[in-house]
């Protein structure tokens, strides 16, 4: 039996579910190969699963923002809210995005120095926003000096949709995955939810 320390339970695709539920279990699983506990929880209010998970799509599979920006953007928002599931999750999606160790790291000793001037940007947009709920003019035109008007908007969208999930999987305290826990047992985690 599966060890779970979340505060409600997580819905399981294998159970009779709502054909709306197991619907959308089965589009995640083909996008996304498994469905986390993210969406499992989400699945107990099952009118909110699929356009969870269809903004969830868009962020992650569909955003135009280089996959290295977004998860950068990511990680900096994770690690200002100190949301362990986030930081453990988006620690692997780095990786995979092509971000180094080493950058990996930095990003979580708050240590921008090696960036790109874009990356830069990002990093202080995400940042700011994740203390103050918005960003200095300064910061801003830096970030118009790199992007788009569209590609400020997504990138907006995707700070604000980890606001979200943060505001979901710390308080409901969902747990990591358990291959996700050996990963976080490796660095040093303290903990395996929320």
Known sequence: MRLQTGRVRYVDPADDVE?????TFEEI???RGDVINLFRVVANCPPALRPFFALSRFVRDESSLAARLREIAILVT??????TYQITRHTVAARQA???DREISALKAGD??????????V?????????????????????????????????????AWYHLVAAIV???RVDL??????DLASEGGASAHG
């Open 29 to 31: 699983r083909q996008v």
């Open 112 to 121: 921008w120095e090696g960036f790109a001037a874009a990356e830069k940007a």
């Open 78 to 83: 994770a690690v200002t809210f100190g949301v």
């Open 170 to 172: 710390q308080p409901l």
């Open 123 to 159: 990093i202080s947009y995400a940042s700011e926003v994740a203390v103050r709920r918005d960003v200095a003019q300064e910061t801003f035109d830096v970030l118009q000096a790199h992007f788009s008007e569209a590609q400020i908007v997504e990138l907006a969208i995707i700070v």
């Open 177 to 182: 995955e358990p291959e996700l826990r050996a």
């Open 98 to 100: 092509g971000l180094t």
């Open 19 to 23: 054909p709306a539920v197991s619907q």
